[in-house]
T-cell receptor, first 112, second 110 residues
Framework: ETGVTQSPTHLIKTRGQQVTLRCSSQ?????VSWYQQALGQGPQFIFQ???????GRGNFPPRFSGLQFPNYSSELNVNALELDDSALYLC???????????FGPGTRLTVT | AQRVTQPEKLLSVFKGAPVELKCNYSYSGSPELFWYVQYSRQRLQLLLR??SRESIKGFTADLNKGETSFHLKKPFAQEEDSAMYYCALAGGTSYGKLTFGQGTILTVHP
């Protein structure tokens, strides 16, 4: 059984740029949730994808968007980066959004 | 709106002492509550959920709807319990849309 993986591990971007983060779900899981974790805070729910459709969204602006592919891997895209977007981005996968959420190691994004 | 509050950012105890990590929540419906743990250099993982009423690694948590609390307890702390602990709430049936508290860093001294 393969665990949740995320890429890249970390990256640095400039304000105004765009970024794409990737997540491969655990084998057999069809649901991916994305979270933003600012320094010293708990993870904050961004959105969830279930069978390639967005299935719920937290309080994030439209410049945060995502995709889920037929193999259930997922991307998080952030446009027009702002300094406050600097954070650890986590993804978690599960089967049908139920049961235990399995988290990836995260991608550390720094916006300068 | 749903909210989870963990009032203690840091908690220090000695090995063998009881430990209680506090969690309070606000939610208008029937919540599902969880405790997640992150050990040093490891990823976030589920410790326990209220619906299963299990004891994991000696930890238990009881949902008190009257006090809207879900405190995590262990009678005898061990050094390996040192970690970051997050209380989380899922509204509705999807456990993937979690609202997390700010977390409590537990340090167990020898």
């Amino acid at each position: 059984e393969t665990g949740v993986t995320q890429s890249p591990t970390h990256l640095i971007k400039t304000r105004g740029q765009q970024v794409t983060l990737r997540c491969s779900s655990q084998s057999g899981h069809n649901t991916v949730s994305w979270y933003q974790q600012a320094l010293g805070q708990g993870p904050q729910f961004i959105f969830q994808y279930y069978r390639e459709e967005e299935n719920g969204r937290g309080n994030f602006p439209p410049r945060f968007s995502g995709l889920q592919f037929p193999n259930y891997s997922s991307e998080l895209n952030v446009n027009a980066l702002e300094l406050d977007d600097s954070a650890l981005y986590l993804c978690a996968s599960s089967l049908d959004g139920l049961g235990e959420q399995y988290f990836g190691p995260g991608t550390r994004l720094t916006v300068t | 709106a749903q909210r989870v509050t963990q009032p203690e950012k840091l908690l220090s105890v000695f090995k063998g002492a009881p430990v209680e990590l506090k969690c309070n929540y606000s939610y208008s419906g029937s919540p599902e509550l969880f405790w997640y743990v992150q050990y040093s250099r490891q990823r976030l993982q589920l410790l326990l959920r209220h619906i299963s009423r299990e004891s994991i690694k000696g930890f238990t948590a009881d949902l008190n709807k009257g006090e809207t609390s879900f405190h995590l307890k262990k009678p005898f702390a061990q050094e390996e319990d040192s970690a970051m602990y997050y209380c989380a709430l899922a509204g509705g049936t999807s456990y993937g849309k979690l609202t997390f508290g700010q977390g409590t860093i537990l340090t167990v001294h020898p």
